[in-house]
């Protein structure tokens, strides 16, 4: 651990460096949120299913 922080610090004086970090930042990032986006929407759509199943069955 101590060697990764060494390293970790001499290259973050480097500007490519801190970019290519700031990108997979970034691309973590929205790939976590289209996940999330993709749960909440199929749990609304599996919510409306049930809702039309109870309208047509009563």
């Not at 996940?35 to 759509?45: H, L, M, N, T, V």
Request: aromatic share 14%; with cysteine.
């Amino acid at each position: 651990m101590k060697r990764f922080k060494e390293w970790w610090k001499e290259n973050w004086e480097n500007r490519s460096f801190r970019y290519a970090v700031t990108i997979v930042v970034l691309i973590i990032a929205a790939i976590a949120v289209s996940i999330y986006a993709d749960i909440r929407d199929s749990g609304e759509q599996n919510v409306s299913k049930a809702a039309e199943y109870c309208s047509v069955m009563g």
